[in-house]
């Protein structure tokens, strides 16, 4: 099954949002690799061989992924020019953000939780690659006993926790978390090119869960009554 059709844009601008209604696509939008190739070609049109030379890699590992992602109409082609009687093409992102379908993770879907699952482990696979090679490539400060405090633009946050709130606690929580993601996210800005910004990975998430209190209610539940 084919992704739903793209509607076209003027001037080659990607489109604001682009909603995965299948599984097949989900599988080929999960792959960490195509990520990063996604997230290259979303402002601007990139070359094959431009793409490869950021990501350090050999344009021939790449052939496949942008097949890959152009098949299914997450990626397509702008511009093609001829360079050494070759045809060069331009690629750019369909959309400025990519959303699922949440009908692809429900029980009672054709596929079950393969959808959530898929989606799960290509965008936890992408952060932790993302974070190990930040920390190998020093771009990351971690924190030791005898070294210095970092200032906090330079370190890694990560943080497991649970939460114990009432109905109304977590719908302002929803809501002032969605805020303040949405303040400092602009999916339609370029780099402004100043040579102190930085990119920052985010990966949030934030759900009800099924596992029980690890704490006591009351007194009572303390004393055994």
């Keep these: 099954m084919m992704p739903d059709s793209v509607p076209k844009s003027p001037s080659h601008k990607p489109i604001p949002e682009y909603v995965v209604n299948d599984l097949d696509t989900l599988k080929v939008l999960a792959d960490p690799l195509r990520i990063q190739i996604i997230e290259l070609v979303t402002h601007e049109p990139r070359t094959v061989k431009h793409v490869a030379a950021v990501l350090d890699l050999p344009p021939t590992k790449l052939y496949y992924h942008i097949k890959l992602l152009e098949e299914h109409q997450l990626i397509r082609v702008v511009d093609t020019r001829i360079v050494s009687g070759i045809v060069e093409k331009q690629y750019q992102a369909t959309a400025l953000s990519y959303h699922v379908n ?26 932790k690659t993302d974070i190990e090679e930040s920390v190998a490539a020093g771009v990351v400060d971690v ?48 780099l402004s090119g100043s040579p102190d910004e930085k990119t920052y990975g985010l990966l949030v998430t934030l759900y009800p869960s099924t596992r029980p209190a690890a704490r006591p209610k009351d007194e009572d539940q303390i004393n055994g009554q």
């Design 143 to 190: 924190q030791t006993p005898e070294m210095p405090e970092m200032p906090l633009n330079r370190t890694l946050m990560i943080a497991r926790n649970t939460l114990y709130l009432r109905p109304e606690q977590a719908e302002a929580f929803y809501q002032r978390l969605g805020a303040l993601i949405r303040e400092f996210v602009n999916s339609d800005a370029k």
């Design 102 to 127: 949440k009908a692809l993770f429900s029980p009672a879907s054709p596929s079950g939780l393969e959808g959530l699952d898929v989606m799960l482990r290509g965008l936890f696979d992408d952060a």
